[in-house]
C-alpha cells in the first residue's frame, strides 16, 4: 500500500542544521497531512511538525523558529529544515502521513489510518 521513507538524519554539532525528507510510495492520489514526530529514550513520542495539503503548518513550542516544515505535493513528499540544533534534539525522528487518498482498482478510496516511516537517527553533539 503505502511506505514513508525518511532521509537526512545524522549527527551534527550544536548549532548546526541538517534536513529531513519523508517520501511516501504507493499507489497514492492524494496525502492531507504529513507531519514529523521524535522520540528521545526514555520519552514518549511528541509531535514537533505537522503540514496540511493547503500547507497550513503548526510547529511545536519546543522547536518554533528553528524547525520548518515544508512540502512537495507532487512528489509526496515532506521536509523538516532543522537549524540551530540542540543536544536536546536528539531523538528518532518519524515522518507520519494521515488522510491518504489512494487508487484501487480503479477507484480513489481513503485510508481510515495513519501511516509512519521507520524513523531516522538525529544527533546532535554538544
Given at each position: ?38 522520540q528521545a529514550p526514555g520519552t514518549q ?54 488522510g491518504v487518498r ?25
Amino acid at each position: 500500500q503505502v511506505q514513508l521513507v525518511e532521509s537526512g538524519g545524522g549527527l551534527v554539532q550544536a548549532g548546526g542544521s541538517l534536513r529531513l525528507s519523508c517520501a511516501a510510495s504507493g499507489s497514492i492520489f492524494s496525502i492531507n497531512a504529513m507531519g514529523w514526530d521524535r522520540q528521545a529514550p526514555g520519552t514518549q513520542r511528541e509531535l514537533e511538525a505537522g503540514i496540511t495539503i493547503g500547507s497550513s503548518t503548526n510547529t511545536a513550542d519546543s522547536v518554533k523558529g528553528r524547525f520548518t516544515i515544508s512540502r512537495d505535493n507532487a512528489k509526496n513528499t515532506v521536509y523538516l529544515q532543522m537549524n540551530s540544533l540542540k543536544p536536546e534534539d536528539t531523538a528518532v525522528y518519524y515522518c507520519n502521513a494521515n488522510g491518504v487518498r489512494y487508487y484501487y482498482n480503479g477507484y480513489i478510496r481513503t485510508s481510515m489510518g495513519d501511516y509512519w516511516g521507520q524513523g531516522t537517527q538525529v544527533t546532535v553533539s554538544s
